[in-house]
């Protein structure tokens, strides 16, 4: 994490001669005792270092503040921000993909007053025409002039407490009461003198985050052969594991998702609708992310009464709406600012304390920066500021973003190791979907699982013509239409070879048609129609790689269908011969059979051998094509040797075939190449099965 010497420098953008591709600019505005200085406790610095150290994308940040310079926080310190005494309709707001709005007043020391009806216009057009908006505040009402009147934030989030709440208008969360949102965990003592409490309130600079409660999105019931269960693409980290931590605070403000959804506004002669539906469905936002109120304690701060005996509950701490399925900028809420600010992160609250006491303890010295554990914690809450930046990106740009993404990759390691040296149209299917698996996995450990995957299903849509209905869980994120939640599970598979398959089209053919690197940047329509050709190159591959196999699944399946002791030929062959004949264009290939039933219907023994010897104990095992589900008579070295490696997995505990498919397997019973194919600890042997019964990519 690099750390701003002074917010008030220019940022100036790395030297890569990508850079301007891959810029994202983002206004920052704050009010009352909002500060972006890195070294000020109560300030969001150590924010905006963090997302101007990011070089994929860079983030161009200029903040701003609503007062005039010279406004000190605490006595003697001033507010630092790079311009001041800001207004939105005196402000070209178009110089910005997003902007991020921190709200204080009406707090207790400031109170900047709320925007003015020009500003709210001014704001709601930027938002209307696709700019990005992320928006939080704090307990009771602090935000409510900055925020708590703009268009979908304010009914995104609780902005009204007591005196100053409308009729209709939610209540706010308390910052004293026994009601209050209070997310602090047991408190890190490591080297503290004396006894403390087990809450304090400086608790929320240590090293121990509140864990979150996620939104999972759930396409295919979570099969590995297509299916999935994902978090929102702003909680999925760089390897695509979950964001399910934030820093902790005694009083949360709340998020939530507003029960009228065709309210509207008009602002200074410009009006809309709050959420509109442009020929479709009106998208409502959503709670993606919610907090635990551990219920029962008080919470103690030195030098005042403490804070009652707090009611268990949980609230909604983030939320998100996808502005861009409705033809209009995304908005991403948070209930607190804590969750961004220095010293909820890097620690250093400073001492509220009687006489003679030793506070603070280490721990709430350096936050998160304390332990390897925090640390730890820390890069997951430094990916979810990240992924903001990169989900909040207006829909205009995202095309232009996605191709400076693959230019940034084509030319350096670790890409210059797997973009193969023949062309795109020499390359097998298997080939091709290698070089689509390591891109999908270079550029989410740059910019995060999900966005990668957004990445991917930008240039699928870019696509003219092609019929993505076809396609089901195509999108990960999208609701499941009752024709795609019925489809077949080899269909799935298609979905996710895609999504991998275009971002390796278009990387190989970006680097076939540039085979040096450039010493500037290239030009934007080049840079286009590489990337477009390798779209239509994968997609191609794909439409032939569909067709053979579900050639060789309908053969299989009427071959199989005289044999004994095998399953008779399955809906599942004709599902996806009739799925491959309605391709009017180049669409998603299989690379085997179908998915195994689920839990409770019959099993699909196509593609699968049984094999039982007659012991004290069966000794039993299945073998497909890729690899061999066994008895605990075998170890699992044995499929590890050196010699001769192959994918197995052991179940234990069974005597029939019948138990094999629902026990659940174990990390240690898996071989290394087994792992290699996706398998993992906690499937069951049904899932292992749809795995193993796939024929090798030729």
């Not at 005792?33 to 150590?46: A, M, T, W, Y």
């Not at 479709?280 to 109120?293: F, H, L, M, W």
Request: some cysteine; glycine content about 12%.
């Amino acid at each position: 994490m690099t750390i701003p010497t002074t917010t008030a420098t220019p940022h100036t953008p790395n030297e890569n001669p990508m850079a301007a591709a891959v810029t994202v600019r983002i206004l920052m505005v704050g009010d009352g005792r909002i500060s972006f200085d890195p070294h000020k406790n109560f300030g969001l610095g150590v924010l905006v270092g963090i997302l101007r150290a990011s070089r994929l994308p860079v983030f161009d940040v200029v903040t701003a503040h609503r007062a005039q310079m010279g406004r000190q926080f605490p006595a003697g310190q001033p507010i630092e921000a790079d311009l001041f005494a800001f207004r939105f309709d005196r402000h070209d707001l178009s110089r910005y993909d997003q902007i991020w709005l921190f709200g204080d007043s009406p707090a207790r020391v400031f109170d900047d007053g709320l925007l003015l009806d020009s500003e709210l216009a001014a704001l709601a057009r930027f938002m209307d025409k696709g700019g990005g908006v992320f928006a939080t505040g704090d307990h009771e009402d602090l935000g409510l002039h900055l925020c708590g009147k703009v268009p979908r934030v304010r009914s995104m989030r609780k902005w009204y407490f007591d005196n100053d709440r409308p009729p209709g208008e939610p209540r706010a969360p308390e910052q004293i009461g026994k009601n209050r949102h209070d997310t602090l965990v047991p408190g890190n003592r490591t080297g503290c003198s004396g006894t403390r409490p087990v809450f304090m309130f400086e608790d929320e600079s240590d090293d121990r985050p509140q864990q979150l409660i996620l939104r999972w999105y759930i396409q295919g019931e979570g099969s590995a052969l297509g299916g999935s269960a994902r978090p929102h693409p702003l909680l999925s980290g760089p390897g695509g594991e979950p964001i399910d931590v934030l820093p902790d605070h005694p009083h949360e403000g709340e998020c939530y998702v507003p029960s009228d959804l065709t309210r509207t506004f008009q602002f200074d002669g410009y009006g809309g609708q709050e959420y509109p539906a442009r020929g479709g469905p009106r998208i409502a936002p959503e709670v993606i992310a919610t907090s635990r109120v551990i219920g029962g304690h008080e919470t103690a701060f030195f030098g005042n009464r403490p804070k009652p005996h707090v009611v268990g509950r949980t609230f909604g701490s983030i939320g998100a709406y996808d502005g861009h399925r409705a033809g209009v900028g995304r908005v991403v809420v948070d209930s607190t600012w804590h969750h961004l600010m220095n010293w909820n992160l890097t620690g250093g609250k400073p001492p509220n304390k009687p006489p003679n006491d030793s506070y603070p303890c280490p721990a709430q010295r350096e936050g998160f920066l304390f332990s390897e554990e925090g640390k730890r914690a820390l890069a997951k809450i430094e990916a979810y500021f990240r992924n903001i930046g990169g989900w909040l990106i207006p829909a205009a740009r995202r095309p232009e973003i996605v191709c400076g993404f693959l230019q940034s990759m084509a030319w350096s390691f670790p890409a210059a190791e797997f973009v193969s040296s023949r062309s795109l149209d020499e390359m097998s299917f298997s080939e091709l979907l290698h070089v689509g698996e390591a891109t999908l996995g270079t550029l989410s450990g740059a910019i995060g699982e999900g966005l990668a995957t957004l990445c991917a299903l930008d240039l699928i849509g870019e696509i003219e013509g092609l019929d993505t209905t076809l396609l089901p869980g195509l999108d990960p994120w999208a609701e499941e239409t009752p024709e795609s939640a019925s489809a077949p599970q080899a269909a799935r598979l298609l979905s996710a070879q895609a999504r991998a398959l275009v971002l390796g089209g278009a990387l190989q053919k970006l680097a076939e048609d540039h085979p040096a690197p450039p010493e500037k940047a290239l030009d934007a329509a080049f840079v286009g129609a590489s990337v477009s050709a390798g779209v239509r190159g994968a997609l191609e591959k794909l439409y032939t790689e569909s067709e053979r196999a579900a050639s060789s699944l309908a053969a299989q399946a009427r071959s199989l269908a005289v044999s004994s002791n095998m399953a008779t030929a399955t809906p599942a062959a004709a599902d996806t011969v009739a799925m491959t004949a309605a391709m009017t264009s180049p669409k998603e290939g299989v690379d085997g059979a179908e998915a195994p039933a689920e839990e409770g219907e019959p099993m699909d023994w196509t593609g699968l051998v049984r094999h039982h010897i007659d012991l004290a104990l069966p000794l039993i095992f299945i073998r497909g094509a890729r690899g061999v589900l066994a008895c605990g008579y075998f170890d699992v070295r044995t499929f590890d040797h050196r010699d001769a490696p192959m994918a197995g997995v052991i179940v234990r505990g069974v005597t029939s075939f019948e138990a094999m498919l629902g026990e659940k397997v174990r990390d240690e019973d898996i071989s290394t190449e087994a792992k290699k194919l996706g398998i993992r600890g906690g499937m069951t042997g049904r899932v292992v099965l749809g795995i193993f019964r796939r024929a090798p990519a030729p």
